[in-house]
């Protein structure tokens, strides 16, 4: 088992940035797939990014060139850098490892 706590949300204006850090309760290195999720208001929840244990990358079309996920399996921590924000992105985002979420965090993009 592990716990995921996101942090680092907030309100950004359109065109901004935001990192978003997921702290995990234990050693990461064992998690072979982690991911970042967002969930707008009623809309389903859908993947933005993941990451494999080998940093094999993968985005949704939507994010491609502007958002970066990474792993630290030093610090048991996965990041999404999120520049070139659009109102669009605005959801509660998910940070997910194996079978585990964390509680979200929510990014607002607007003006």
């Known amino acids: 088992q592990v716990q995921l706590v996101e942090s680092g949300g907030g309100l950004v204006q359109p065109g901004g940035s935001l990192r978003l850090s997921c702290a995990a309760s234990r050693n990461i290195f064992s998690i072979y797939f982690m991911g970042w999720y967002r969930q707008a208001p009623g809309a389903q929840r859908e993947l933005v990014a993941s990451i494999t244990r080998t940093y094999s990358t993968n985005y949704a079309d939507s994010v491609k060139g502007r958002f970066t996920i990474s792993r630290d399996n030093a610090k048991n921590t996965l990041a999404l850098q999120m520049n070139s924000l659009k109102p669009e992105d605005t959801a509660v985002y998910y940070c997910?490892?194996?079978?585990?979420w964390g509680q979200g965090t929510q990014v607002t993009v607007s003006s």
């Open positions: 997910k490892g194996d079978d585990f």
